[in-house]
């Protein structure tokens, strides 16, 4: 082969390498010691919600994509079929959370995603309270798109936010069990947490609370601190459940 066609041909198989590359991989991996359910909104086609202790599954995303991961919690059928878990349920009866948007049962630690080609916004979100501790960790890539610069940051609340959830914002299952932390806007529908007032949204006790143990989440809705990261170039997000 001559040095012009070796050219072209590096060429193309850089193309191909980079044009591979766009696509947002995730990694999710179940390291609790309890059996989680996957769930996103928008749905994301996962044919097995359920996902064992130790499972890890990688999960191709659409080009664009904007939404919701979170776990699931305690699932199980009652005795007519009916599917439902003690947190992050989607109150449609199924495993399966296709469907129209039901906003989940509450409380549940959100991962939000905004991917725009290789651009992927990320946040851990404690807006809906705290049902499984998660970890989402870019593999490479740098930040972009005024979300500052370096490396892109890893995001997690790993804390077990109920040994200091207040008691007003204690969730339990019909046995009076503990099962998550809900948000004090979720809790108390206060419209001073739910930042619905109209004026400034300031941090408040509860939100305080959860920033204590997790400071990379965000703690109530116009929480900016760490800001909103927008990483480009990962190999792969990875997301953990109950990292170890
Ligand atoms: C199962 O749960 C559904 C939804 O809560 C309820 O309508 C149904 O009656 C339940 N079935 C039994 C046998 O408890
Ligand atoms: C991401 O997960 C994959 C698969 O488990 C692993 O090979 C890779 O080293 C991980 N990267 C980081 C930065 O954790």
């Known amino acids: 082969m001559d040095r012009k066609a070796f050219l072209s041909h590096l060429l193309i198989l850089l193309l191909l390498i980079s044009g591979g590359q766009c696509e947002v991989k995730l990694f999710i991996e179940n390291q609790c010691s309890y059996t989680v359910w996957f769930a996103a909104n928008p749905a994301d086609g996962d044919a097995n919600a359920e996902k ?4 890890l599954e990688i999960f191709i995303m659409p080009d664009t994509w904007s939404g919701s991961i979170w776990a699931r919690t305690k699932c199980s059928n009652n005795e007519s079929f009916y599917f439902s878990c003690e947190t992050g349920d989607c109150n449609l009866g199924s495993v399966d959370c296709q469907g129209p948007p039901n906003p989940p049962t509450y409380p549940a630690t959100f991962l939000n995603l905004g991917i725009d080609k290789s651009v992927v916004t990320y946040e851990v979100s404690l807006n809906h309270g705290f049902n499984v501790p998660m970890r989402i960790r870019p593999d490479g890539g740098s930040l972009t798109g005024g979300s500052g610069s370096g490396p ?8 077990d936010i109920g040994n200091v959830c207040p008691p007003e914002l204690v969730a339990t299952n019909k046995d009076g069990a503990y099962v998550g932390c809900n948000s004090a806007c979720d809790a108390l529908k206060d419209p001073k947490y739910c ?8 941090p408040n006790q509860y939100s305080q609370a959860f920033k204590k143990v997790c400071g990379l ?3 109530y809705p116009a929480d900016n601190n760490p800001p909103l990261y927008k990483c480009t170039g990962a190999i792969s997000y990875n997301i953990t459940l109950c990292p170890l």
């Open 52 to 55: 064992a202790p130790g499972t």
């Open 152 to 159: 892109c940051p890893v995001v997690d609340c790993i804390a």
């Open 195 to 202: 930042c619905t007032e109209g004026q400034a949204c300031q």
């Open 217 to 219: 989440a965000h703690t």
